[in-house]
């Protein structure tokens, strides 16, 4: 949906099954349009589209884009943005560290999202600009030397030297958005700011970087990392290193006390990474690469008071913290209150809570289109408290 200060806010469909074109369709049909009824029916309805290589594909077949353009029209809906970081299957099996794979190293991520920049230019509505976000860049474990970062690199570049060719031919403002994840090869502001610096020396003065490539934000994400929203933002700022699009998601904080790893227990699921960082009281800083490595640790029933573990699980906006669980809501809530300051930061809003499937049955008590819709509430309202309104 289309908001003051030519903000977009969409919710991303990758909560929803679907790895071919036939399924992403039936996803949409059967929630989204539901979502929309609900929340904003008399307006055109915004889209935050995730397609699999393998739905990419199918949807590139003239007739069925045309198909689908027809389907947008007729419902009232647009897209402008697209999460291209899932290449394959999302739900129902083991994604954790085959979520960043096929990486920037190879032809098959390059080919992938430049596919999907060439859906979207068929897309987007006039006048509207289009991002896709994509890993960032692969996995700390992948262990990359500096052959496969150059390649990395240079994969990057041949991107932009794509947006560039499509935004010349057809007018649209296109931009990719690499999103920094807790263990990653990029994982926060500073390890962006690094990176971006090394892209900039393979081409020096080349202003296309600016223009086509940035960061996608994922609030959750730098949350986990113990990172300021204004701080990260100002170092990103400073870079010049363009804000794609903000994913307005939110985590689990808790103290590990026995009591809350218990709880907790219930989180360490098989399908999705949930990296965990504990920050202790002298500020000492531990990674695990998943929650059930952090549940193994042993437990010592004073130091835990003094420990924050902050949970790479994307649990509801609106979910209230309770006596044992904490969220990272404040790191969203600071983000939207920069953008306040600087409208031009960002057009690109994104709620993206994935992980419905695995979630508790405490944070699922509702279905997912209940949930879905009070997401939105919970968004547009805060929004709507600085200054950003719906377009009627």
């Avoid at 996803?27 to 008399?42: D, K, S």
């Avoid at 996608?216 to 794609?244: T, V």
């Avoid at 800083?285 to 029933?301: C, F, G, K, N, Q």
């Avoid at 200054?387 to 009627?392: E, K, P, T, V, Y």
Wanted: proline letters at 5%; glycine letters at 6%; a negative charge.
């Amino acid at each position: 949906m289309h908001l003051s200060h030519g903000l977009h806010l969409a919710y991303c469909t990758n909560i929803h099954r679907g790895e071919t074109w036939a399924e992403t369709l039936a996803g949409l049909t059967r929630h989204t349009l539901a979502v929309r009824q609900r929340i904003f029916p008399e307006r055109p309805f915004a889209i935050g589209l995730r397609l699999s290589d393998l739905a990419s594909r199918e949807l590139a077949e003239p007739s069925v884009l045309r198909s689908f353009q027809e389907w947008l029209k007729r419902n009232q809906c647009y897209v402008f943005t697209i999460n291209g970081f899932p290449y394959g299957k999302f739900h129902g099996t083991r994604v954790k560290e085959q979520v960043y794979a096929p990486d920037w190293t190879t032809p098959e991520r390059l080919q992938y999202t430049n596919r999907l920049f060439d859906l979207l230019t068929e897309l987007l509505p006039e006048g509207v600009q289009g991002s896709v976000s994509t890993v960032p860049v692969s996995f700390k474990a992948f262990r990359l030397d500096d052959r496969a970062q150059r390649k990395a690199r240079e994969n990057l570049w041949r991107c932009v030297d794509h947006l560039e060719h499509l935004s010349r031919k057809t007018g649209r403002g296109l931009h990719l958005g690499l999103e920094p994840e807790p263990l990653c090869f990029l994982e926060n502001s500073y390890e962006a700011v690094e990176f971006f610096g090394a892209l900039q020396a393979d081409r020096p003065g080349d202003l296309r970087l600016g223009e086509h490539l940035g960061i996608n934000y994922d609030c959750c994400h730098l949350a986990i990392e113990y990172e300021s929203p204004q701080e990260a933002l100002l170092r990103l700022a400073k870079a010049r290193i363009r804000i794609s699009k903000i994913h307005l998601s939110n985590a689990l904080s808790v103290r590990p006390t026995r009591e809350v790893r218990e709880a907790l227990r219930a989180f360490a699921e098989d399908i999705y990474f949930h990296q965990t960082i504990e920050r202790r009281e002298d500020g000492e800083i531990v990674r695990y690469s998943d929650l059930d490595e952090a549940l193994s640790t042993p437990m010592d029933d004073g130091p835990q008071l003094k420990r924050e573990w902050r949970i790479h699980f994307h649990i509801p906006l609106h979910a209230a913290p309770t006596a044992i669980f904490g969220t990272t809501a404040d790191h969203l809530l600071g983000v939207l209150d920069q953008v306040r300051q600087r409208p031009s930061m960002c057009s690109h809003f994104e709620m993206e809570t994935y992980t419905w499937e695995v979630m508790p049955g405490e944070l699922k008590q509702r279905n997912v289109v209940d949930q879905l819709v009070g997401e939105y509430q919970w968004t547009l309202a805060e929004l709507d408290r600085r200054g950003f309104r719906l377009i009627r």
